[in-house]
């Protein structure tokens, strides 16, 4: 009966520190600015191509100097705190998107801001 209770505990134990691992890389999977250049500032002023709601990231797509770029704005719950409500994005509205693109050379930007009809929402 002891072995059987040490062996409950320790297969607890072993679970509990295997959701914490499993937790955290997934915390740091979504943090990502590392393969972003934050030395270097992009803005992209361009009508919206294509809104993607996903998760854990809301996308848009816009064509900047002959090419699609791909930009990351953040969760949705983080654009509607911010003062973004699902009509404000929407393909052909002009915006101006401030970020940093990836280190790579993809086209693909990490935004920090967007500004919407004079109005900036800190993405951040």
């Known amino acids: 009966m002891h072995n059987n209770r040490l062996l409950l505990v320790f297969l607890l ?4 520190v295997a959701s ?8 740091l999977a979504g943090q990502g ?6 030395g270097r500032r992009l803005t992209i002023e361009a009508p919206l191509k294509q809104v993607l709601y996903r998760r854990p990231q809301t996308e ?9 770029w791909k930009v990351l704005l ?8 911010r003062g973004a409500i699902r009509n404000d994005l929407r393909p052909g509205r ?3 998107l401030v970020g940093y693109p990836r ?3 993809s086209a693909e930007m990490r935004a920090e ?3 919407l009809d004079g109005r900036t929402l800190e993405l951040r």
């Open 103 to 105: 280190k790579d050379g």
């Open 13 to 16: 134990a072993l679970l509990l």
């Open 20 to 27: 914490l691992l499993i937790g955290a890389s997934m915390g």
């Open 94 to 96: 002009p915006v101006i």
């Open 60 to 68: 848009v797509r816009v064509d900047y100097r002959g090419t699609e």
């Open 33 to 38: 600015w590392d393969t972003y250049d934050t």
């Open 74 to 81: 953040g969760p949705s719950s983080r654009l509607l705190s």
């Open 113 to 115: 801001r967007l500004i």
